[in-house]
């Protein structure tokens, strides 16, 4: 089972070379990586085309023009080979058993189309600052899950033919395209945690998810959840009616308010609990 790591690359050279080597030093073996660069300048492009050279795992694509990263990661998907794919940022690293995690869960559980890991904050040499604690094993087949608080982040991989069963990430986004993903292969199968803490996140100022403003990442998140509300059929929720367009982004999060709730909270843990895998 081949697995496609995926890497959608802007003007990230100077890191990216704490990603390949954590590549290389992984205990499953039958992988690929999948650049593909979003119109970096010319010495970024070579630099990284410098690290991978003579690797012929990695495989190194150009868009022909500055896409953006919905764009980036479909066409990420688009070129893999992988039964099993999963996204690292050019700057940041996984541990070396990720993959082999990841594979060992897909291959035992035919139901999961969707596996993720606890992560750890790093500084700007990665090293570790502090754990993501909000990670956890979400309730599956439920029409509700939005993943709103976050629960569901790195490591995260899913069966590429889940995937193209959807209609693919939306190319037009900016931010928030790994919640558009997770949501469209949950409407297809099951998530399962892997607790473990499988994938370090660097924190630098240069950081592409930190640099965005919190305003616009807020706005792509709500427009995610509500196209996922209207693929979904979901006409009210808690009571509340859905809008048929999509106005602004409070009026969305206002619909889910309930599920930040500690009683819905623990309702949500009890019935996961009991849930079978």
Same mark, same amino acid.
């Given at each position: 089972m081949k697995f496609s790591v995926l890497i959608a690359h802007y003007n990230n050279?100077? =890191?990216?070379?704490?990603?390949?080597?954590?590549?290389?030093?992984?205990? =499953?073996?039958?992988?690929?990586?999948?650049?593909?660069?979003?119109?970096?300048?010319?010495?970024?492009?070579?630099?990284?085309?410098?690290?991978?050279?003579g690797d012929s795992r990695f495989i190194f694509f150009e868009n022909e023009s500055n896409q953006g990263v919905g764009y980036t990661k479909r066409k990420c998907i688009e070129l893999a080979n992988g039964e099993i794919c999963g996204f690292v940022d050019p700057d940041d690293a996984i541990f070396p058993t990720a993959i082999e995690k990841s594979i060992t869960?897909? @291959?035992?559980?035919?139901?999961?189309?969707?596996?993720?890991?606890?992560?750890?904050?790093?500084?700007?040499?990665?090293?570790?600052?502090?754990?993501?604690?909000?990670?956890?094993?979400?309730?599956?087949?439920?029409? =509700?899950?939005?993943?709103?608080?976050?629960?569901?982040?790195?490591?995260?991989?899913?069966?590429?033919?889940? =995937?193209?069963?959807?209609?693919?990430?939306?190319?037009?986004?900016?931010?928030?395209?790994?919640?558009?993903?997770?949501?469209?292969?949950?409407?297809?199968?099951?998530?399962y945690f892997i607790n473990e803490n499988l994938y370090?996140?660097?924190?630098?100022?240069?950081?592409v998810s930190q640099a965005k403003s919190k305003g616009k990442a807020k706005d792509s998140f709500a427009k995610v959840i509500f196209n996922t509300l209207k693929r979904r059929n979901i006409t009210s929720i808690n009571k509340k009616t859905v809008p048929?367009?999509? @106005?602004?982004?409070?009026?969305?999060?206002?619909?889910?308010?309930? @599920?930040?709730?500690?009683?819905?909270r623990l309702k949500i843990k009890i019935l996961t609990f009991f849930q079978s895998e």
């Open positions: 050279a100077d =890191y990216f070379k704490d990603c390949y080597e954590s590549l290389q030093q992984q205990t =499953y073996t039958d992988w690929e990586a999948i650049i593909v660069d979003d119109c970096s300048n010319q010495a970024e492009k070579e630099a990284v085309r410098s690290i991978i050279e869960t897909f @291959q035992n559980k035919k139901n999961v189309v969707l596996t993720y890991s606890r992560f750890l904050a790093c500084d700007e040499n990665l090293t570790p600052l502090y754990p993501f604690k909000s990670a956890k094993q979400i309730l599956n087949n439920d029409p =509700y899950f939005f993943n709103f608080p976050v629960q569901i982040a790195h490591f995260v991989a899913f069966r590429r033919e889940a =995937y193209l069963r959807t209609e693919g990430i939306d190319p037009s986004l900016t931010s928030a395209v790994d919640q558009d993903l997770y949501l469209k292969i949950l409407d297809l199968g099951s998530a370090k996140y660097r924190l630098h100022p240069n950081g048929e367009n999509f @106005q602004s982004p409070q009026e969305i999060f206002n619909l889910l308010d309930y @599920q930040t709730k500690r009683i819905y």
